[in-house]
Antibody, heavy 120, light 108 residues
Framework: EVQLVESGGGLVQPGRSLRLSCAAS????????MHWVRQVPGKGLEWVSG????????GYADSVKGRFTISRDNAKIFLYLQMNSLRAEDTALYYC?????????????WGQGTLVTVSS | DIQMTQSPSSLSASVGDTVTISCRAS??????LNWYQHKPGTVPKLLIY???SLQGGVPSRFSGSGSGTDFTLTISSLQPEDFATYYC??????????FGGGTKVEIK
């Protein structure tokens, strides 16, 4: 059974940093692309970032480019999102999601999410 | 970036109704279009990928159609468990995904 478990969320002041983690299990992690998607409470889904199976290709939404860094550790079976220079508008529930393949950009499994609140 | 526009943003329907949700892309995305269902307190669920392919385990009352810039999600014979928010998402742009704004299906 595919499982994705996010952690690392919490309350952080504007301008500070936070690192999210996603522990994956139930599938061959290094065969699949992975993504982060967020949802501001009461709003829609926003894709944040994605990474290919071997970290060779990475993409970011314009809203986080230059501030967030996605990475993965295929040996430890973890996906990460390093978030720097956080803003109030980054407050959201952050989901880790598995790609249907590598480069398919279709999200077939999602974690439960970790809440990030940026506030002074 | 490719913009995705869904309509309507919300609708009211009754159990047994047929519901249609539209999604329009700002440029041709061929058939690289996926649909998700999201209920409060749960995680988004993939319903349809590649415009019309039903994800495993999804009831056949869900169907998708379209190509190019215009797409449709149809729910035939709406069931109580179908009341949710539905999102389209383009997968044409490599590592530059975008979602539509969502369509909330509510009980009439």
């Amino acid at each position: 059974e595919v499982q994705l478990v996010e952690s690392g969320g919490g309350l952080v002041q504007p301008g500070r940093s936070l690192r999210l983690s996603c522990a994956a299990s139930g599938f061959t992690f290094d065969d699949y692309g992975m993504h982060w998607v967020r949802q501001v409470p009461g709003k829609g889904l926003e894709w944040v970032s994605g990474i290919s199976y071997n970290s060779g290709s990475i993409g970011y939404a314009d809203s986080v480019k230059g501030r967030f860094t996605i990475s993965r550790d295929n040996a430890k079976i973890f996906l990460y999102l390093q978030m720097n220079s956080l803003r109030a508008e980054d407050t959201a529930l952050y989901y880790c999601a598995k790609d249907l393949g590598n480069g398919y950009e279709i999200l077939d499994y999602w974690g439960q999410g970790t809440l990030v609140t940026v506030s002074s | 970036d490719i913009q995705m526009t869904q309509s309507p943003s919300s609708l009211s329907a009754s159990v047994g109704d047929t519901v249609t949700i539209s999604c329009r892309a700002s440029q041709s995305i061929y058939r690289y279009l996926n649909w998700y269902q999201h209920k409060p307190g749960t995680v988004p669920k993939l319903l349809i990928y590649a415009a019309s392919s039903l994800q495993g385990g999804v009831p056949s009352r869900f169907s998708g159609s379209g190509s190019g810039t215009d797409f449709t999600l149809t729910i035939s014979s709406l069931q109580p468990e179908d009341f949710a928010t539905y999102y389209c998402q383009q997968s044409y742009s490599n590592l530059a995904l975008t979602f539509g704004g969502g369509t909330k299906v509510e009980i009439k």
